[in-house]
């Protein structure tokens, strides 16, 4: 059909996605599942309330989380990616590239898991639980 959006494939393990215009380059499920942080530590991701209020905490002590951010920057496969909240629900796993910079701010609303140093400052803003 000459409507339909063209095929997607995710940037991390080229399966086939819906394709999305506002995420045109987007990574699926299983990819993100792999995010980890700079030392290795896999990671996770949740959107905390219907109205917004994305969280990332350690796969290992998932009591533990970072939330009410706008953006975590993780690696998927050794590659920088950026997590975000969907418009609509949900998160987005984006590759970082030319399109796709991170913000110049004091790091209260990003969390940077690419570095060593980012890391362990976005660690030390962990709460235990909600």
């Not at 796709?100 to 400052?121: E, I, N, Q, R």
């Amino acid at each position: 059909m000459a409507d339909e959006l063209p095929d997607h494939f995710c940037p991390g393990c080229a399966k086939p996605q819906k394709a999305f215009l506002r995420y045109p380059w987007y990574f699926c499920q299983d990819c993100v599942d792999r995010a980890k942080d700079h030392g290795g530590q896999g990671i996770g991701f949740y959107e905390r309330t219907l109205h917004g209020g994305l969280a990332w905490y350690d796969k290992a002590d998932p009591v533990r989380l970072h939330k009410n951010l706008i953006s975590v920057y993780c690696l998927i496969d050794g590659r920088p990616v950026m997590i975000s909240e969907a418009r609509f629900g949900g998160i987005v796993a984006e590759p970082l590239n030319n399109h796709v910079f991170p913000p110049k701010d004091d790091g209260s609303k990003y969390a940077d898991l690419t570095s060593k140093t980012g890391t362990a400052a976005a660690r030390a803003k962990m709460t235990d639980g909600e």
